[in-house]
């Protein structure tokens, strides 16, 4: 008995001493936000889940012909030209991309400009086609004459490959945030966009995270504003101290702690979001079964993309639920999403807190350092919506005031009171309010600097 109580004792005493090594006590007594919460705009909008239920009851049925697709079935049955090309980075990961050169609306030709579309947190390059053909960005960049460049992150379904590590078996693989995709993914998706199309600079797309990995490449890696024209960034995850989104704001007190290492060992460092009716399947519960009753349909089968966090019966199409919810989500990364947290709950951007000794040893300071937004070069146009309640209009202004007053050439509010994060990929009235001004804009950008369209 004794001994057995020594041992326990032991074992508690050393798990602590190891810990506290890991995290100094100091940092459990960070503040759990630095910065203040962003008071959101009110507006006369319920967004009540029983609206779903509701409005999914009058669109019984509707099914989506695309809805089981991939983008290169679709893309092709569509008329577009589309091709797939891997790349591997320096450190290992091989990732698909797809290029979209033309389609009957526009046909492929040498000579076109070049536009590189980065997907957010949880998304592969599929997100950008959740919107039906007429109204998507893929398509319409591709109709307006351009060559569009489809990217997928590491650890997104297009890109789980590596030289050497199996994302199903090596939990190593899953050792990455937005630092490891600016750094590694970034430019060798770029520079493939450049070699194959032939064009000097590349334009860029991102949406959140996407845009978060943008910054750090043009932050970081020497000479990679040379090689792009200008970005558009669409809610870019950079400042998140103001955030207050439910997600975000459960998980603040966890940055900084062991619970970091404890979730990303649960989860095995990722989410399968991809198709929660796989969810059903592996359950052996036929999901066509549980998904036709239209309650559960709103409860259940398309839950996640109801949240808080993305729901917005504004900007809701109903029928389109179906291809939303095959085409939006993918794998979510638990490291990125931690460091996102992480300088949420600092409101800064920095690179990963790895806590003070490990910190020492990589960076140098006890401190994660920061990201030097100064070194951006390339223009930048950032577009962000009032009701993002992850990346909000505070943060927004924060990123605007961190970057080279020369480089921001327009912080854009999206012109409707109810927009909200996810709007930019699944918004009912996104072509019209985002993605046509955009490619307006770019496409005069292009007229002074290009061959022309
Ligand atoms: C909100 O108010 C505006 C202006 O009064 C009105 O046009 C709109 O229909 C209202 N929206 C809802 C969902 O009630
Ligand atoms: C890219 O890699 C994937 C997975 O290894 C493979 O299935 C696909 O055929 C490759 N595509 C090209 C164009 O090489
Ligand atoms: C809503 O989604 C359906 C299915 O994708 C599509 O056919 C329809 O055009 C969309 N309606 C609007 C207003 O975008």
Redesign the pocket.
């Known amino acids: 008995m004794k001994i057995e109580a020594l041992t326990i004792g032991g074992i508690i005493w050393g798990c602590q001493l190891v810990l506290a090594q890991r995290f100094p006590p100091s940092q459990y007594f960070r503040p759990i936000r630095v910065c203040r919460a962003h008071q959101p705009l009110r507006t006369n909008m319920s967004n009540d889940l029983l609206a779903c239920t509701r409005e999914t009851f009058k669109v019984s049925n509707v099914k989506d012909p695309d809805a089981d697709k991939n983008i290169v079935q679709i893309s092709q049955e569509n008329g577009y030209l589309i091709?797939?090309?891997?790349v591997t980075t320096s450190d290992g990961y091989?990732l698909?991309l797809f290029r979209i050169s033309g389609g009957n609306k526009s046909p492929a030709r040498r000579g076109k400009p070049s536009v590189l579309l980065l997907h957010g947190w949880g998304n592969s390059c599929e997100a950008w086609i959740a919107l039906p053909n007429d109204k998507n960005l893929v398509y319409m960049l591709a109709d307006a004459g351009w060559d569009v460049w489809l990217g997928n992150f590491r650890g997104s379904s297009f890109s789980?490959?590596h030289t050497i590590l199996n994302a199903d078996r090596n939990l190593n693989y899953w050792d990455f945030s937005f630092h490891e995709m600016g750094l590694f993914d970034f430019p060798m998706m770029l520079d493939q966009a450049r070699r194959v199309s032939e064009n000097d600079k590349v334009f860029v797309i991102g949406h959140s995270q996407g845009a978060t990995a943008t910054l750090v490449a043009a932050a970081e890696v020497p000479g990679i504003n040379e090689k792009i024209h200008a970005v558009y960034l669409m809610a870019p995850a950079v400042y998140l101290g103001s955030a207050y989104d439910p997600f975000t704001t459960a998980t603040l007190a966890i940055a900084y702690t062991p619970g970091e290492d404890i979730i990303y060992d649960i989860l095995q460092g990722r989410i399968q979001l991809r198709n929660p009716r796989l969810l059903f399947s592996s359950l052996g519960i036929e999901p066509q079964d549980i998904c036709q009753s239209r309650t559960l349909r709103c409860k259940l089968c398309d839950l996640p993309i109801l949240t808080p966090f993305i729901f917005n019966q504004n900007q809701m199409n109903y029928t389109n639920i179906p291809r939303m919810v095959s085409k939006l989500f993918d794998y979510a990364t638990v490291k990125s999403y931690l460091h996102l947290v992480q300088n949420g709950r600092s409101c800064s951007f920095r690179y990963y807190d790895r806590g003070a000794r490990k910190n020492i040893r990589r960076y140098g300071s006890r401190e994660p350092p920061s990201y030097n937004l100064n070194r951006v070069r390339a223009p930048v146009y950032i577009f962000y919506a009032e009701q993002d309640d992850n990346v909000t209009p505070t943060d927004i202004q924060r990123l605007a005031s961190a970057l080279p007053s020369e480089t921001v050439r327009a912080v854009i509010r999206v012109n409707d009171d109810t927009f909200n994060h996810e709007d930019f990929s699944v918004g009912r009235d996104t072509n019209e309010l985002v993605y046509k001004p955009l490619i307006n804009m770019m496409t005069e950008f292009n007229g002074r600097v290009g061959t022309g369209i």
Do not use: F, V
Not at 83 to 86: E, I, K, L, M
């Open positions: 091709d797939s090309y891997n091989i698909t789980l490959q």
